[in-house]
């Protein structure tokens, strides 16, 4: 399959423009260039430092040093992106409304090496409408700086359209994250983009082939989805994508359009490969709602990475990623029934886990001298069975490198996920019967260090206060998966069910599995603990776009007294003075939790 681009230089004189409608063709050129043939690859580190030649963090062994206790490297890696609309048609399918970072899409690779800072200034140009935003940095756990963690009405008010905020942080952890807008549901609009950290290596690879995003994608602008599952009449399972995607990639079948919308052929993403090389594969589920399971074509992989933990290497032929999991996978490529072109596969699947139109993502592998064009004929490994759980992987199998014993909890809450319809009619979710209402004008942060405790109930703020370390045990008394995701933290995920936990027995409590985003099956329990670190305030929530702007989502605080108010740049009021003078004069509708 050629791409609209290749299309057009190559057959316009033969075949009719109709096939690759100019628009579509521009817009998309504005997909990244992971995935083409000249992408190059990611380095083992990066070697402008202050030490030429050698790594930040010297000659470490990852099995002893704490991987959450970063070397100060004095450099600062700064980045300058401007949010704006354009239109994309990453699979050939013209969507007008699409959110662009620097024109791209998804938005560039951040990367740094660990213990660096990282510098971001971002200026809002959303015009047509306008909107307010603000960017998060999934799974970095801003020690110390609670205030860029990119949450409007928790850390900040949003960027007011026509202003710049520069957020300022450490990459205290390392390994493949993303970022993305938490501005009500715009990272489905596209606002997205991979987020590296280099670090120490606990296991051996020759070549880091860099970001593999999945991502369900919408043809449909994210504000009118978002109308949608909120309307009473709409049931949760309504609002399928359209298509997903590898890389940004991934053939739309423009026979399926009906309404006289421009749609043209599109690439596949492609990856080379030399067979006998082992390669490193940074899986990112970047989506908005769907689960995603990945795999090769007749590949063994292994997994030594789940979120920012490095663990124990296992094999596997399908990754599990619910929607914000990210995998880093080993793979040594070897040629399937003698071919060597192979389908790299992200697949949904399963009653309660898949919302798709067209649940099957598809790039191209092709190996040694494999011919740039060849489409592969393999066959794809059985989907998993369907029990109706959307499980991740047994908890068992994720054994962090770094061992960490886990420690007696001091509290432990219950949190109940439940659905309802309130009196406007709009579909809500709930943790311990209240929806989350974000106020964008007023920060909680701000009004922590103003020592003000006391919130709105639609906050729904837990105050830990000096605990050192909560247990939550969450019971999903709704059909639906939630990948519960944590901020300024990892958490130790000690069960995973359907059955109700029998309040004591926990996975490998000498070392439990950690990381930053966990499924939480339907109708099924989980139960996880964190150390209170890291003063501020910390969301707790689904990590489903639609399940977020319908409420699904709490705000965990730990010791406020203990947050600095030395260090709080002047920048978080003009921010919230920008905010307030633009939403004074302009009407800014909230359609949705706001988050
Ligand atoms: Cu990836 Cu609260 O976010
Ligand atoms: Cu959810």
């Given at each position: 399959m050629k791409g609209c681009a290749a299309f057009v230089a190559s057959a316009l004189a033969t075949l009719t423009s109709a096939a690759c409608p100019p628009r579509v063709q521009e817009a998309q050129n504005r997909t990244f260039h992971w995935g083409t043939l000249g992408a190059g690859k990611l380095p083992k580190f990066l070697r402008n430092n202050p030490l030429p030649g050698g790594t930040p963090w010297g000659n470490i062994n990852p099995k002893t040093v704490n991987p959450r206790i970063p070397p100060t490297t004095g450099v600062t890696r700064k980045y300058d992106f401007t949010i704006s609309r354009g239109s994309l048609a990453p699979d050939g399918y013209l969507k007008e409304s699409g959110i662009l970072i620097n024109g791209q899409f998804p938005g560039p690779t951040i990367e740094a090496n660990w213990g660096d800072m990282i510098e971001v200034k971002v200026t809002n140009q959303i015009t047509a409408p306008d909107e307010g935003t603000a960017l998060h940095w999934h799974g970095l756990f801003q020690n110390g700086s609670a205030w860029y963690d990119g949450v409007p009405s928790v850390s900040q008010c949003p960027i007011a359209p026509g202003a710049s905020f520069t957020y300022k942080f450490q990459a205290g952890v390392f390994g493949t994250s993303w970022y993305h807008s938490?501005?009500?549901?715009?990272?489905?609009?596209?606002?997205f983009g991979p987020l590296v950290v280099y670090g120490p290596s606990h296991v051996d690879y020759d070549e880091d082939i860099g970001p593999v995003m999945l991502t369900d994608w919408f043809h449909k602008d994210y504000f009118q989805i978002v109308k949608n599952v909120m309307s009473n009449n709409s049931t949760l399972w309504a609002n399928p994508s359209d298509n997903t995607l590898i890389n940004g990639r991934m053939p739309y079948n423009c026979s399926q359009v009906t309404d006289g919308t421009p749609c043209g052929d599109a690439p596949y993403a492609k990856f080379r490969f030399q067979t006998g090389k082992t390669y490193k594969l940074r899986l990112i589920n970047a989506g908005a709602a769907g689960m995603e399971y990945f795999s090769i074509d007749g590949q063994t992989l292994q997994i030594v990475a789940n979120d920012l933990t490095d663990i124990e290497p296992y094999n596997t032929t399908v990754v599990t990623l619910s929607v914000g999991q990210r995998s880093d996978v080993l793979f040594t490529p070897k040629a399937v029934n003698g071919t060597k072109a192979i389908w790299m596969r992200t697949l949904q699947s399963g009653k309660f886990c898949q919302r798709a139109s067209n649940p099957a993502g598809r790039a191209i592998v092709l190996l040694d001298g494999a011919s740039d064009n060849t489409i592969p004929k393999t066959t794809a490994y059985p989907a998993p069975v369907d029990d109706g759980t959307c499980k991740n992987d047994p908890l068992e199998l994720s054994v962090p490198f770094y061992e960490e014993e886990l420690p007696a909890p001091s509290t432990t809450i219950q949190i109940t996920v439940n659905t309802i319809v309130n009196a406007t009619g709009h579909q809500l979710y709930t943790m311990n019967g209240s929806p989350f209402m974000a106020?964008?004008?007023?920060?909680l942060l701000g009004l922590a260090y103003q020592k003000n405790y006391s919130y709105p109930t639609q906050w729904n703020t837990y105050n830990f206060g000096s605990n050192s370390s909560v247990r939550v045990v969450i019971w999903n008394n709704s059909s639906g998966p939630h990948p519960m995701h944590i901020h300024g933290h990892d958490m130790y995920v000690l069960y995973d069910g359907n059955?109700?936990?029998?309040g004591s027995t926990v996975v490998n409590p000498s070392n439990p599995p950690r990381r930053d985003t966990h499924n939480l099956r339907p109708h099924g329990w989980m139960v996880m603990q964190y150390n209170l670190d890291n003063p501020g305030v910390w969301p707790f929530h689904c990590h489903i776009a639609w399940h977020l702007s319908m409420g699904m989502y709490v705000n965990l605080m730990e010791?406020?007294?203990?947050?600095?108010?030395?260090?709080?740049?002047s920048m978080m009021a003009q921010t919230c003075d920008a905010w307030n003078q633009y939403s004074s004069t302009h009407v800014v509708e909230q359609i949705d939790s706001g988050v």
């Open positions: 938490h501005y009500s549901a715009q990272a489905a609009g596209g606002l106020n964008y004008n007023n920060p059955d109700k936990w029998d010791n406020p007294a203990d947050i600095d108010q030395s260090v709080i740049p």
